[in-house]
């Protein structure tokens, strides 16, 4: 796969996110949907916004501290924002494609093999669910919902780190590699992938970073918290313990069922928490859906495709155009540093 196909695959999500929204619109009613977007306090619309871009932005810094984690260094600080935002203008790829896109900018940019920076969305992904399951916990805990969503990421998530941890098994599997015809030619990427793996998955980087994105992360809860009382909710302490409920656990339901960028997953799930834990009714609810998706996905999407476009300038054509998007740990041999 090349970097041209993931402009097919953008538009193949742009298109499931018409449906999706189409679909609230018939659920919810278009009249009264209409009706509850223009009850929206629209002022807060810009805090709401301001809220999810300092998540991003704290999202960036966790990526800058896993760059150097692995060793990356020279990358110019300019050159890894643009990169990793360059990433969140894809992330509603079809099969998460898009999640390695900054590993592959980073190759070109900076010469890092894909198979070294290939494990650090893995544990993006796995520090931003122990996140979401920490700052959800207490609403768990008070409205006893949904808590095997709770015990199902905290068991992957152990299971995840003890197994890239146990270095004999990986070490037993590399050599058993080793003797396969198909696999040996790739076994210098794989060990090279494992090591950065190791290093990532140790315990002080998973629980430094899941405490440093469950900080990050609140900013979301609380730009959802902003959104509920610009529908005209009472802002108050069970509000915001709502907010840290709903929206982590919709999250973690739409990154377990491995949807586009959650679409469809998290703007029911949004909707049907809301009816169901704050009473609202179902256009206010999927309004409320709409507006916080807008600001914690479509618009990561946007600053993501503006900063992917300004990078593609500074790459040679090559790069953009036809260069090979390889899967993690699958580049050419001579693609390794």
């Avoid at 499931?16 to 619309?45: H, K, Q, T």
């Avoid at 808590?147 to 058993?176: C, D, N, T, Y």
């Avoid at 290093?199 to 918290?225: D, G, N, Q, R, T």
């Avoid at 206010?284 to 990078?311: E, P």
């Amino acid at each position: 796969m090349n970097v041209r196909n993931l402009r097919s695959r953008l538009l193949i999500s742009l298109v499931l996110g018409i449906v999706v929204y189409a679909g609230l619109l018939f659920y919810a009613d278009f009249g009264e949907l209409l009706e509850s977007l223009g009850e929206f306090n629209w002022a807060l619309l810009p805090v709401v916004l301001a809220l999810t871009s300092v998540n991003y932005v704290l999202r960036w810094v966790k990526w800058e501290y896993y760059l150097r984690l692995i060793g990356v260094e020279g990358l110019a600080k300019r050159d890894s924002f643009l990169v990793f935002f360059s990433g969140l203008g894809m992330v509603v790829t079809p099969g998460k494609v898009g999640e390695w896109l900054k590993c592959y900018l980073l190759k070109e940019m900076q010469g890092t093999a894909l198979s070294r920076s290939a494990p650090i969305p893995i544990a993006e992904r796995l520090t931003d669910s122990i996140a979401l399951l920490i700052i959800a916990g207490a609403g768990v805990y008070v409205f006893g919902n949904l808590w095997q969503v709770f015990v199902a990421v905290s068991l992957g998530a152990a299971l995840i780190v003890a197994v890239a941890r146990h270095r004999p098994a990986a070490f037993a599997l590399l050599s058993l590699g080793k003797r396969l015809p198909f696999v040996k030619r790739f076994i210098p990427q794989l060990e090279a992938f494992y090591e950065s793996t190791y290093i990532l998955m140790s315990p002080a980087a998973v629980i430094s970073m899941s405490l440093f994105s469950a900080f990050s992360w609140f900013f979301e809860v609380l730009a959802f918290y902003v959104t509920l009382i610009g529908l005209g909710l009472d802002g108050n302490g069970e509000l915001l313990l709502h907010s840290a409920f709903i929206l982590p656990i919709a999250t973690l339901a739409s990154a377990i069922l491995l949807t586009p960028g959650g679409l469809g997953v998290a703007e029911g799930s949004i909707t049907a928490l809301c009816q169901t834990l704050l009473d609202m009714s179902k256009s206010s609810a999927a309004v409320a859906a709409l507006i916080i998706r807008f600001g914690t996905l479509w618009f990561g999407v946007i600053v993501g495709l503006i900063a992917f476009l300004i990078l593609s300038r500074r790459l040679p054509s090559s790069a953009t155009e036809a260069a090979p998007f390889a899967a993690p740990g699958a580049e050419p041999l001579e693609a390794q540093t």
